[in-house]
């Protein structure tokens, strides 16, 4: 794979493809084991047919058009009696066929829902609706050493350095914490690097917070870009990942057995 911006790339392909992306140094942050047992473990395909909320909000949002292609929303079926039960059969029986993900009655209104909220957001909107180009792969080589990186932003705007990243929060109160826990940050970073290897120049970098936890009434919608210390700090941690990728990768030794220890209050009681 060339360095570049590819605009054409199915989401199946790229994860599948070459170069190394921010979930596979996340598994590297945990141990590098982690990233060689990712790729040479089986899936269970019967599982990914679950419906993803996260997957179908961003598509709803980012590429609507593309919705009813990859999702079909069930009808409300009276499951107390035997003709009910009888038509879900069908129903999903024939959906098997088509290869789309499917979704009961309720998960489409609510995903629904979380749509109109997010655009009643008026930053938001403006966001989702500008000109730009959702689910592209950009690909560069780090310079330092050599690898090949790649990222696939959510979207980025034409004629203007904005990356948008949607994200489905189940509390929208616990979103600062996500950041921590989920390496928002490395994201950051990671993603504003590969835009400035491509297009040189940094872009902002928002995310879409859309909560899936009812408040009020409503799904919150906020708009966040995080502090310029906690991207600086997400720079340094996708350095430090992406250096011991580099070196377990030209080693050819991925590390394997991880120290674990025994939880605080447990530590407490022997003390007692």
């Not at 058009?65 to 999903?92: C, H, S, Y």
């Amino acid at each position: 794979m060339e360095p570049g911006l590819y605009l054409d790339i199915s989401n199946e392909d790229y994860h599948a493809g070459a170069g190394v992306s921010k979930s596979q140094l996340d598994d590297i942050l945990v141990n590098p084991a982690i990233f060689r047992w990712r790729q040479d473990s089986p899936v269970d395909t019967e599982k990914l047919k679950a419906l993803d909320m996260g997957t179908a909000l961003h598509c709803l949002l980012l590429e609507p058009e593309e919705f009813d292609k990859r999702f079909i929303v069930a009808p409300e079926f009276n499951r107390r009696t035997t003709a009910g039960k009888e038509e879900e059969k069908q129903f999903l029986r024939a959906c098997e066929r088509s290869g789309m993900t499917v979704m009961d009655a309720e998960q489409g209104r609510k995903l629904k829902l979380m749509r109109e909220s997010a655009l009643a957001h008026p930053a938001a909107r403006w966001l989702l609706e500008a000109d730009g180009h959702c689910e592209a792969s950009i690909y560069w080589n780090d310079n330092e050493t050599g690898e090949l990186c790649r990222f696939r932003p959510d979207k980025f705007l034409n004629g203007q350095p904005v990356v948008v990243d949607v994200k489905k929060v189940a509390d929208m109160d616990r979103f600062p914490r996500h950041v921590e826990e989920f390496r928002y940050h490395m994201q950051d970073a990671m993603y504003r690097e590969g835009f400035y290897r491509h297009f040189s120049e940094y872009p902002m970098f928002i995310f879409i917070a859309v909560s899936e936890t009812i408040d009020c009434g409503r799904y919150p919608t906020r708009v966040f870009q995080l502090a310029e210390e906690d991207t600086a700090a997400g720079f340094e941690l996708f350095r430090r990942s992406l250096d011991t990728y580099h070196e377990c990768r030209t080693t050819d030794s991925w590390g394997g057995i991880e120290e674990i220890t025994r939880p605080t209050w447990a530590k407490k009681k022997d003390n007692v």
